[in-house]
């Protein structure tokens, strides 16, 4: 596809119950980024990964949470025994190694009831 | 670690004139880039401009124009000409050089509100 892609677009889920966000990158975007915005609030970083490195997890915020990515395709957040707190806009980002522009999908918004 | 400020929660301006968005950073580092971003009400995030920290020069993208101000640590979005279409979300952004941590660092953010 022309842009980044994320799906579902939105999920609503019970607390306590697994979920699985997913991110399609623009083909060729070695660098993929999840980002987790809350009502109203800024982005905070949760994960990034840059081609075959290691990711740099630092802004997961807790162990419920993890990513993978295969290669520099498809990446996946899952979030297990979600919580109230969890609710928020998922945001994936995507780029080149030498660009810097960020390019972002439109989100998977989450809500837990 | 890198942290950026944006001390406006919201900013408004009338169409056709110009505002100013601030977003100062901290950073020990001496190659990074900066960005605004805009995101509108639909939540696709949109790259508005960047700034290499090693350019002097400030950036341009037509009605939108940067201040620069490297000792300063300070990143000012300037706005010329509102339009109505520029009512958004914008969000000042760090991103570091150093290999191994190129993430995005954002402010929280500054809402501008279009007047007609």
């Known amino acids: 596809g022309a842009g980044v892609s994320q799906s579902p677009s939105n999920k609503v889920t019970e607390k306590g119950k697994d979920v699985e966000l997913r991110c399609d990158p623009i083909s060729g975007h070695t660098a993929l980024y999840w980002y987790r915005q809350r009502l109203g609030q800024g982005l905070e970083f949760l994960i990034y990964f840059q081609g075959n490195s290691a990711p740099d997890k630092s802004g997961l915020p807790s162990d419920r949470f993890s990513a993978e990515r295969t290669g520099e395709s498809v990446s996946t957040l899952t979030i297990q025994r979600t919580q109230q707190e969890d609710s928020a806009v998922y945001l994936c980002a995507s780029s080149t190694y030498l660009n810097t522009e960020a390019f972002f999908g439109q989100g998977t918004r989450l809500t837990v009831v | 670690a890198q942290t950026v400020t944006q001390s406006q929660p919201e900013m408004s301006v009338q169409e056709a004139e110009t505002v100013t968005l601030s977003c100062t950073y901290d950073?020990?580092?001496?190659?990074?880039?900066l960005f605004w971003y805009k995101q509108p009400p639909s939540r696709q995030m949109i790259l508005v401009i960047r700034q290499e920290a090693y350019k002097q020069q400030n950036a341009t993208e037509n009605r939108f124009s940067v201040n620069f101000q490297k000792a300063a640590k300070s990143f000012s979005l300037k706005i010329s000409d509102s339009q109505l279409g520029d009512a958004a979300m914008y969000f000042c952004a760090y991103r570091s050089e150093q290999g191994g941590s190129e993430k995005l660092v954002f402010g929280k953010g500054t809402k501008l509100t279009v007047n007609p």
């Open positions: 950073t020990s580092e001496s190659d990074y880039y």
